[in-house]
């Protein structure tokens, strides 16, 4: 049985009948940059996120990088955020010449450990930036509650996370000062290429960002800032406005595969729970919870990625792909390792948990369309590997 990482050609099949014509529509009109399909998109997605604006760009990274430049973040200030992420999240911050703290890791929920945030404030900390990984909300009470003790304001990171609901039900992106998506096609709202959101309650940051994304210009050739081309092509918000009705069920489908992952995992004897966080005789694999700190309460999970711990992960990774079962290392390396950020000299003992998680954190199937076939078949290999 083949099982990739992720197949888009099936979602894309599904929704082709709508999409082609409006692709031919817009090559028909030559209106490809910003317009109506653009501004639909905003409405629509401010809804969702139940925000008062939100500014369609050219990137989950550039919307990262507008919403620092919005608070004006540059030389010599300090944005705190997790160690273990993608690369944006750290990358943005330094290309402002600012400088990136790492912080690290929650061993049960992978995102940042809020209770490690307080120490890393300084007078010269500009921002916290949580990330909301796979797609799972961070704990935002005890962020927000530290960021509004400092009055450093937050840019949620919710590349990952379009319609994750935090355990109060608030929509993640829309508790901080500005929240962050992305539209990369892999992620659970996907475009024909790149695309981001910001989204934001703040009147002077929504229209500061709408200038920004069009070289600060306004009105047309006089510039009253440094923006960039920070622009959203018709088209991706044209693709984007036909798949957003089916977002919802996408999710729901994800969550319903991951069930079926939790209960495969305990029924094969590989799990014993949900939420360890050390291997042992019974817990060969470690499935991270959907809910944190035995609260009883649930985030919304929308599992743009689904991750297990395991200890000899290369090798299973290599054994699974022998199988035709797609992987993926979701990151291989923490910011604190990487070459270009040596230069900030922090310790690799700091981060015990990221750098676990790094050796031994990987990706399965998880995307919509797979079926439970597929995915009894995905556990059942990886049962083999490990009980050989
Ligand atoms: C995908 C992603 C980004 C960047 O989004 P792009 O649209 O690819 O630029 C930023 N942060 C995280 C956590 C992501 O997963």
């Known amino acids: 049985m083949n099982v990739p990482l992720l197949d888009l050609r ?13 692709l031919l529509k817009i090559a028909e009109s030559q209106m490809l940059i910003l317009g109506e399909e653009v501004s639909k998109l905003e409405k629509s997605l401010a809804d969702y996120c139940c925000t008062k604006y939100a500014i369609g760009v050219s990137s989950g990274t ?78 935002m009470n005890e962020i927000l509650e530290i960021a509004n003790k400092y009055n450093i304001p937050v840019i949620e990171d919710a590349a990952q996370a379009i319609g994750c609901q935090y355990k109060n039900g608030k929509p993640v992106g829309s508790m901080g000062t500005m929240g962050c998506y992305s539209f990369y096609p892999t992620k659970n709202l ?15 940051l929504a229209k500061k960002l709408f200038q920004m994304r069009n070289h ?15 622009r959203l092509d018709a088209i991706q918000a044209a693709v984007l406005n036909v798949k957003f009705p089916y977002l919802e069920s996408w999710h729901q489908a994800r969550r319903n595969n991951a069930e079926i992952y ?27 919870k959907p809910i944190y700190k035995d609260t009883g309460v649930y985030n919304y999970h929308i599992y743009n990625q689904f991750i297990i711990r395991v200890e000899k992960r290369d090798e299973l990774r290599q054994f699974l792909s022998s199988q035709s ?26 981060f015990p948990i990221a750098n676990a998680l790094a050796e031994t954190s990987l990706a399965l199937p998880i995307y919509p369309e797979l079926t439970e076939e597929q995915i009894k078949y995905v556990v059942q290999k990886i049962a083999e590997f490990i009980n050989q």
């Open 10 to 22: 099936q979602q894309y099949q599904s929704i082709k009948q709508e999409i082609e014509p409006i």
């Open 62 to 139: 550039d919307a990262l990088l507008m919403a620092l430049m919005a608070l004006g973040v540059g030389p010599d200030d300090e944005v705190i955020l997790p160690t273990y992420s993608f690369f944006a999240t750290a990358g943005v911050v330094a290309r402002l010449f600012a400088k990136p703290v790492f912080v690290d890791s929650d061993p049960v929920t992978f995102n940042i450990n809020p209770s490690l945030i307080e120490n890393k404030i300084t007078s010269k900390t500009k921002a916290i930036i949580p990330v909301h990984l796979y797609g799972q909300a961070c704990e």
């Open 190 to 204: 996907g475009a024909f290429g790149d695309g981001g959101l910001i989204v934001t309650n703040d009147e002077m």
């Open 216 to 230: 600060g210009m306004e009105p047309k050739y006089y510039h009253k800032f440094v923006g960039g081309n920070f």
């Open 262 to 288: 939790y209960n495969e995992f305990i029924n094969s004897g590989l799990a014993d729970c949900v939420g360890a966080t050390s291997f042992d005789a019974r817990n060969k694999v470690l499935l991270p």
């Open 325 to 350: 079962i797609g992987t993926e290392i979701y990151y291989p390396v923490p910011f604190h390792r990487q070459e270009c950020f040596a230069y900030l000299g922090f310790p690799d003992e700091e």
